[in-house]
């Protein structure tokens, strides 16, 4: 079990670019999970997904945009990159709920991908 | 609605002495509570979850967390400070239905050990 894996670790985009942040997982959970973490502000959500094909806007989601065609990938695109962009993204998944029955809650994390635009 | 507080962003404990990192939470429906750790350049890992079950909850490396519905609090501790305990540390919420599941975190402590 590789649990959630995030490509790629780091990155430099200039203002403007355009990238796509992979997260993929092998849990067969149905929560997927995007996001942010800045200095001393904790971790902010930006998208989520509670199974393929179902995605919605989190806390920040302003200047992303998510898929979920499958359960195991939940990739995040930044469109036209800012500095106020620069962060660290972290992808999560968990079991959630399903059929009306909660599976579980506890939010398994990815490794993060550090990301800096200038 | 939920939301939590930690008191404290920064906190320093001698090595083997007692480690207190605080935790408030507002919620509206009844919560679930967790506690995470974030080592340097890594992602979180779960220490440990509250879910209705045993108010008193233990965790991995040592720790625990008491949950008191009275003074909404979920503050974790550890009875002896190890090195290896220092890292950040992060204190999040849930509701337990439909709609109501998002994790909400706190803005973190970090935990700094004295030699």
Known sequence: ?118 | AQSVTQLGSHVSVSEGALVLLRCNYSSSVPPYLFWYVQYPNQGLQLLLKYTSAATLVKGINGFEAEFKKSETSFHLTKPSAHMSDAAEYFCAVTGRDFGNEKLTFGTGTRLTIIP
């Open chain 1, 1 to 118: 079990n590789a649990g959630v894996t995030q490509t790629p670790k780091f990155r430099i985009l200039k203002i403007g670019q355009s990238m796509t942040l992979q997260c993929a997982q092998d849990m067969n959970h149905n929560y997927m999970y995007w996001y942010r973490q800045d200095p001393g502000m904790g971790l902010k959500l930006i998208y989520y997904s509670v199974g393929a094909g179902i995605t919605d806007k989190g806390e920040v989601p302003n200047g992303y945009n998510v898929s979920r065609s499958t359960t195991e990938d939940f990739p995040l695109r930044l469109e036209l990159a800012a500095p106020s962009q620069t962060s660290v993204y972290f992808c999560a998944s968990s079991g959630g709920i399903a059929g009306g029955r909660s599976l579980d809650y506890e939010q398994y994390f990815g490794p993060g991908t550090r990301l800096t635009v200038t």
